[in-house]
């Protein structure tokens, strides 16, 4: 039973514009959230974590928000640039938990 | 220059053929990890080990094996149990709080002659 749940399997964005992506969870137990992006052919690399007493953290242009009673959290890039164009995962806590991904597509 | 190295980063495996991948760290990372990603699909935990000579089974486990002897060091065998095995496999690591991220390595494709 998946845990971590990214429903939107793609993304298209215009270069500039902001893209959001989506995940949801079950478990209210979890204490941390990370987003990953990954490149075709490369492993993961870690993009921006949030804690479950926070509903909100920024770095950049990517914001994490962090919804506790709808067990939502959602990404969003903003601007998006060509380089945003890859993959991107939710994972919950204990990094055991992965969401199926997000293929982000930034149309120049 | 720390990081995680897997090889081979492409493998291809004969029927009945047991393989394996290997997965060094030099993070000093005491968790190792073992995901799966078939195309179009996310990561799935084949196996985990958060301390060296132990590991748990992940959500997949069925047809793989692991060992942990070294910190270092946490190769998996895909045996010839393992029916469907192409795939790309990813190892990453992590420190040992379980709130840390995870490291990942540039992955390994295999593939069925």
């Known amino acids: 039973d998946q845990q971590v749940k990214q429903n939107s399997p793609s993304l298209s964005v215009q270069e500039g514009r902001i893209s959001i992506l989506n995940c949801d969870y079950t478990?209210?137990?979890?204490?941390?959230f990370l987003w990953y992006k990954k490149y075709p052919a490369e492993g993961p690399t870690f993009l921006i974590s949030?804690?479950?007493?926070?509903d909100k953290n920024e770095d950049g242009r990517f914001t994490v928000f962090l919804n506790k009673s709808a067990k939502h959290l959602s990404l969003h890039i903003v601007p998006s640039q060509p380089g945003d164009s890859a993959v991107y995962f939710c994972a919950a806590s204990g990094e055991l938990s992965f969401g199926a991904g997000t293929t982000v597509t930034v149309r120049a | 220059d720390g990081g995680i190295t897997q090889s081979p980063k492409y493998l291809f495996r004969k029927e009945g053929q047991n393989v394996t991948l290997s997965c060094e760290q030099n993070?000093?990372?005491?968790?190792m990890y073992w995901y799966r990603q078939d195309p179009g699909q996310g990561l799935r935990l084949i196996y985990y080990?958060?301390?060296?000579?132990?590991?748990q089974k992940g959500d997949i486990a069925e047809g793989y094996s692991v060992s942990r002897e070294k910190k270092e060091s946490f190769p998996l065998t895909v045996t010839s149990a393992q029916k469907n095995p192409t795939a790309f496999y990813l190892c990453?690591?992590?420190?040992?709080?379980?709130?840390?991220?995870?490291?990942f390595g540039s992955g390994t494709q295999l593939s069925v002659l």
């Open positions: 993070l000093n990372h005491d968790a």
């Open positions: 080990s958060q301390i060296v000579n132990d590991f």
């Open positions: 478990n209210s137990m979890f204490d941390y």
């Open positions: 990453a690591s992590s420190g040992s709080s379980g709130l840390e991220k995870l490291f």
């Open positions: 949030i804690s479950s007493i926070k």
